[in-house]
């Protein structure tokens, strides 16, 4: 029994030290690139020119900083801590999913992959939106972990507070898709794998709904207590999910 125990544990020091050595790994292909109000950002070692995208992409998170922790209720007493690849390959291998952004929970740090050229306004939009994606993960994690284990709140409240809700909206790219079902939102893990991009959208609507129908203080509850969201809303899942339906149906009238 000693043996196992001792086994064990030097797999867990071991797992440590590689996660250690590859953090520092990371670290040194990253050089400094600004530090603003609310933000240290870091890009991965480049020869391209990379200031026109980091002034970008810092003046826009700075901009949806104070609107962002205002709607859910906080004061983030540190800044956000940005890390830039702008090679999608290096990104993807380093994160080890096919990605192009992601919060990190074990270091708090927001990962992207933002291209060096944002001077078309759609890629622009794009990328920065990704980054208050991301940073909404941020804020909704630090304040309760479990939003993880729900994934249509937990994606759907990133989608819809990050603006990139409202933007598939007035593209209409969505409106002949067939609304789901309740189950696959009971099974939202399963629906993300299989629906992508529609996921996302009827997950946000379903965050969008839910605040505009029972307002941020409700809202704010269910984030900090999504086990709670029947009692909080005082009403079962179910008639929310027909209140909702009904409600994405007269959004395209």
Known sequence: ???????????VLMSACSFQKN???NLKELVLAKETQHAVIYVRKTDQDINDMVEIISNEFDAQYKRLNNLFQVSSPQKAVIHIY?????????????TEGTYDARDKIIKVYTPNDL??????????????????????????QEIGDVKWLDEGTAYYASNQLEAEIKSRKYVIALVPDLSEFLESDTYFDKAGGHAYYFSGLIVQFIYEKYGEDKFNQIIREPKEMENILNKSIEDLYIEWKEYVNTLYK
């Not at 702008?86 to 096919?98: L, V």
């Not at 001077?119 to 309760?144: F, G, K, L, M, P």
């Open 23 to 25: 953090t520092k790994t």
């Open 86 to 98: 702008t090679d999608k390959d290096q990104f993807q291998e380093m994160i080890g999913r096919d």
């Open 1 to 11: 029994m000693k043996k196992i125990i001792i086994i064990t544990l030097m797999v």
């Open 119 to 144: 001077s078309r306004i759609d890629v622009r939009n794009e990328y920065t939106d990704q980054i208050v994606h991301e940073y909404v993960h941020a804020i909704i994690q630090q304040i309760n």
